[in-house]
């Protein structure tokens, strides 16, 4: 599948593949900022997406940015009728300050196929071996 990807800004950085078979593209900043502890922020790459009907753009974090410093994302799905600009919404939560430069990349997209389903109200449910069992249900 091919996506069309358009240029909103010139700093704008088109994303990649970083290896061969990742599943994540590399998404980066326009921007300069300094991420304080506990700060989330709005940051543009200064790209627009289009993909076909069917599909979803997920906006993910980099794992590494995670672990290693405590930036992680917030929201992140781009519907395939969305022709703005695309934001990642990141939020630090390490004790320290993180400074983000314009041309960092801050997250991945996954382009993704979408199932739409038809909703049938029930007034049961079949049972499960799992049930009502919810956060912590397996004791895990």
Do not use: C, W
């Not at 800004?9 to 990742?22: K, M, N, R, S, T």
């Amino acid at each position: 599948m091919r996506i069309n990807v358009k240029k909103l800004h010139a700093d704008a950085i088109l994303p990649y593949y970083d290896h061969p078979g990742d599943a994540g593209l590399a998404l980066h900043t326009i921007e300069d900022k300094a991420l304080a502890p506990g700060e989330r922020y709005n940051f543009d790459t200064g790209l627009a997406l289009e993909f076909p009907a069917g599909y979803v753009a997920l906006i993910m974090d980099r794992s590494g940015l995670a672990q290693k410093q405590g930036i992680t994302t917030l929201a992140g799905v781009g519907d395939s009728g969305y022709r703005g600009s695309y934001h990642v919404v990141l939020i630090n939560l390490s004790d320290e300050s993180y400074e983000v430069k314009k041309g960092d990349k801050i997250a991945q997209l996954l382009v993704m196929p979408v199932e739409h389903v038809a909703i049938n109200e029930a007034s049961e449910l079949t049972d499960s071996s799992r049930g009502t069992g919810g956060f912590g249900s397996t004791g895990r």
